[in-house]
């Protein structure tokens, strides 16, 4: 089960306003590249569900990371059903993010009183995921529904929106302006920051730093824009 509240793990989402995003099925490997992540700053890290087995792997890493590092707050990515959310809310998820929206998901997330953010692609989508009792949504394919812009045309007419793209946002100082700028709540950000080449490297320190200087963006761009 979660061992943070779901309050706290959307607000510390928020707060940070970036999720690092990766896979890996090597567990030692996937321990140094949360641990890179938390060095740079990251509270939040999502691990996706992709690989065969890939649960045992996140189910090990909460354990270790409930020990070496109690902060660290892990979820899990690319859920699309309720019985494979299930799998990962019992092996310690904290927060469930799926690439659509299923309202099965949802109601299962809710019970365990478990973050869902789910990828909208749509107002009519983002709407009926909002009624679902979801609070961020997940913006996807961001690149592909027209970036910054489709973010400002969503929060004219429903402002109280939270959205967090996934796909489209580049770990660049010219991007993060750019996404916070239209609004969005938080980012998610995958293999531009957890790059495949720095892992087999074994360049964590390239992992941390980056980190570090995406939620540094963050912060500036938040400090810069007007307080409602």
């Not at 890493?61 to 070496?68: E, K, P, S």
């Not at 019985?83 to 690439?99: D, E, L, R």
Request: proline content about 7%; glycine content about 10%; hydrophobic content about 45%.
């Amino acid at each position: 089960m979660a061992r943070f509240k779901r309050l706290k793990v959307l607000n510390e989402i928020l707060h940070v306003g970036l999720i690092p995003i990766f896979y890996h099925p090597d567990l030692e490997t996937a321990i140094r590249i949360v641990a890179a992540c938390r060095s740079g700053g990251a509270r939040v890290v999502e691990y996706t569900n992709r690989g065969d087995n890939a649960y045992r792997v996140f189910s090990d890493l909460v354990i270790h990371f409930a020990r070496q590092d109690p902060e660290a707050i892990l979820g899990v990515g690319s859920i699309a059903d309720p019985a494979t959310a299930a799998i990962y809310i019992a092996s310690g998820a904290n927060f469930v993010v799926g690439s659509m929206l299923n309202p099965d998901v949802a109601r299962l997330c809710n019970r365990h009183k478990v973050p869902y953010i789910p990828g909208c692609a749509s107002p009519s989508e983002i709407s009926q995921a909002e009624e679902l009792g979801v609070e961020i949504v997940k913006i996807f394919p961001g690149c592909a529904l027209g970036g910054p812009d489709f973010v400002r045309a969503v929060l004219g007419p429903t402002p109280w929106t939270l959205m967090l793209p996934t796909s489209g946002v580049q770990p660049t100082e010219e991007s993060i302006r750019a996404w916070f700028g239209a609004g969005v709540a938080a980012v998610g950000i995958t293999g531009e920051l957890v790059r495949k080449d720095w892992v087999e490297a074994g360049e964590y320190a390239s992992i941390a730093a980056k980190t570090a200087e995406v939620i540094g963006w963050i912060r500036q761009v938040r400090s810069q824009m007007p307080t409602t």
